[in-house]
């Protein structure tokens, strides 16, 4: 039995058999003590088209995997290689960075929901977070967490919303005519939540776009 099994099946049926996943690491991430939790906001995708792939089904899957696994490292992504399509090598490059392994870091989304846009998400935030929330903190409780990684806006904001993290503590903004900023949280019970530029839109690797020197700075010990 997975020590997530017990959160994970209390989840409503009615989001349990909707179009999502869960995690994008295998079990191996997902014991012992991870400093790191990456999080996007949710599955990307058509829900209609990818109806069969639920949320229920992807986790009983999940729960068979063994060996490390991540989806930013060895998924073939629109037919490219294993983790060099898209956001992956840019996380990958904030992962070296850091001097983490992905296949080692726990990664998932906010919302386990897939969805064809984020205003559709939007519209039904609470209920969403409310049902899929309590897997993060069992996470977060069981792993010792003390920084969450969130890819995007939307995905900070509403992690902070839920952890409290409102203390902000270092930011980052782009050295390029566009100047978007990035920001890292401290909640009251000590976990950093670091909002960054989402990779799907911003090339990490760009000296000038990097958010990877400020998250380290937000995850250095004091």
Same mark, same amino acid.
């Given at each position: 039995?997975?020590?997530?099994?017990?959160?994970?099946?209390?989840?409503?049926?009615?989001?349990?058999?909707?179009?999502?996943?869960?995690?994008?690491?295998?079990?191996?991430?997902?014991?012992?003590?991870?400093?790191?939790?990456?999080?996007?906001?949710?599955p990307?995708?058509?829900p209609?088209?990818?109806?069969?792939?639920?949320?229920?089904?992807h986790?009983?899957?999940?729960?068979?995997?063994?060996?490390?696994?991540?989806?930013?490292v060895?998924?073939?992504w629109e037919?490219?290689?294993?983790?060099?399509?898209?956001?992956?090598p840019?996380?990958?490059?904030?992962? &070296?960075?850091? +001097?983490?392994d992905?296949r080692?870091?726990? =990664? @998932?989304?906010v $919302?386990? !929901?897939?969805?064809? *846009?984020?205003?559709?998400?939007?519209?039904?935030?609470?209920?969403?977070?409310?049902?899929?929330?309590?897997?993060?903190?069992?996470?977060?409780?069981?792993?010792?967490?003390?920084?969450?990684?969130?890819?995007?806006?939307?995905?900070?904001?509403?992690?902070?919303?839920?952890?409290?993290?409102?203390?902000e503590?270092?930011?980052?903004?782009?050295? &390029?005519?566009? +100047?978007?900023r990035?920001a890292?949280?401290? =909640? @009251?019970?000590? $976990?950093v !939540?670091?909002?960054? *530029?989402?990779?799907?839109?911003?090339?990490?690797?760009?000296?000038?776009?990097?958010p990877?020197?400020?998250?380290?700075r937000?995850?250095?010990?004091?």
């Open positions: 039995m997975n020590k997530f099994d017990d959160v994970v099946s209390s989840m409503p049926d009615k989001i349990l058999d909707r179009s999502g996943s869960i995690f994008y690491s295998a079990p191996p991430a997902f014991e012992g003590q991870r400093d790191v939790y990456i999080l996007g906001l949710n990307g995708g058509d209609l088209a990818q109806r069969e792939n639920t949320i229920r089904k986790y009983e899957e999940w729960a068979k995997r063994t060996d490390p696994y991540s989806s930013y060895d998924e073939i037919g490219s290689v294993p983790g060099a399509h898209g956001m992956q840019r996380i990958r490059h904030l992962a &070296n960075h850091l +001097g983490i992905l080692l870091t726990p =990664s @998932s989304n $919302v386990f !929901v897939r969805s064809a *846009t984020e205003a559709k998400l939007e519209s039904e935030k609470e209920r969403l977070l409310d049902a899929c929330w309590p897997v993060h903190q069992a996470v977060i409780d069981k792993l010792g967490t003390r920084a969450i990684i969130c890819l995007g806006k939307t995905a900070g904001r509403w992690v902070r919303e839920r952890l409290g993290a409102h203390d503590t270092h930011t980052f903004q782009e050295t &390029n005519a566009r +100047g978007w990035s890292s949280h401290r =909640s @009251s019970a000590g $976990v !939540v670091c909002t960054l *530029t989402h990779p799907g839109r911003v090339d990490w690797t760009n000296p000038d776009a990097d990877s020197p400020m998250v380290l937000a995850l250095a010990k004091e």
